[in-house]
Nanobody
Framework: QVQLVESGGGLVPPGGSLKLSCTTS????????MAWYRQAPGKERELFAR???????IVADSVKGRFTISRDNAKNTVYLQMNDLKPEDTAVYYC???????????WGRGTQVTVSS
């Protein structure tokens, strides 16, 4: 069973940066779309970044220019570089892997990101 483990969250002041990592237990990037979601208190979980097997990363307009999704195939790891963080970026950040065929998907347990002075 594929497992995802996120790391890199923490407390950062406004304007700061963090880099999240999502390490998979198997080589899955050729058959899965990898994505980052986040869920702020009292809000629904939202998709804001994803990368398909071809390695083309897409981010939502709300974070464009500040967040970048990337991956290292040799390390089975997907990254989320977050710059110029704002208090509204405070949320639990989840890694997701969705198989290209069908509806199978896997979630990580999440990592907390808090942006506060």
């Amino acid at each position: 069973q594929v497992q995802l483990v996120e790391s890199g969250g923490g407390l950062v002041p406004p304007g700061g940066s963090l880099k999240l990592s999502c390490t998979t237990s198997e080589h899955i990037f050729s058959m899965y779309t990898m994505a980052w979601y986040r869920q702020a208190p009292g809000k629904e979980r939202e998709l804001f970044a994803r990368m398909g097997p071809g390695g083309n990363g897409i981010v939502a307009d709300s974070v464009k220019g500040r967040f970048t999704i990337s991956r290292d195939n040799a390390k089975n790891t997907v990254y989320l570089q977050m710059n110029d963080l704002k208090p509204e970026d405070t949320a639990v950040y989840y890694c997701n892997a969705k198989h290209l065929i069908g509806t199978f998907q896997v979630w990580g347990r999440g990592t907390q990101v808090t942006v506060s002075s």
